[in-house]
């Protein structure tokens, strides 16, 4: 945890509250894929930050990054493309 989360964890919450976000769904109805950007992006845009959530036997067990990153650097539109890791 960065200096700043722990003397600030207050702002850190807010920053991230202020930023749009996307959940899309496996055929099972379960969370797949969550996205986060900057209000006014759009799918298409290099903005996104990615992930995606891991099931063995239906129960969640890792949240992988796309293409290991976490920047918001990826676009929502190719979330499946992406090598999670």
Do not use: C
């Not at 960065?2 to 379960?30: T, W």
């Not at 067990?61 to 999670?84: C, H, P, Q």
């Amino acid at each position: 945890m960065s200096l700043f989360k722990k003397v600030f964890p207050e702002l850190v919450h807010e920053a991230e509250s202020l930023l749009i976000r996307r959940i899309a769904y496996d055929l099972d109805g379960n969370p797949e894929y969550i996205g986060q950007a900057n209000p006014g992006a759009l799918d298409a845009d290099d903005a996104w930050f990615v992930r995606r959530i891991a099931y063995e036997g239906g129960n969640p067990v890792a949240i992988l990054f796309a293409e290991g990153s976490t920047k918001f650097n990826k676009r929502w539109d190719l979330r499946g493309s992406y090598d999670y890791r």
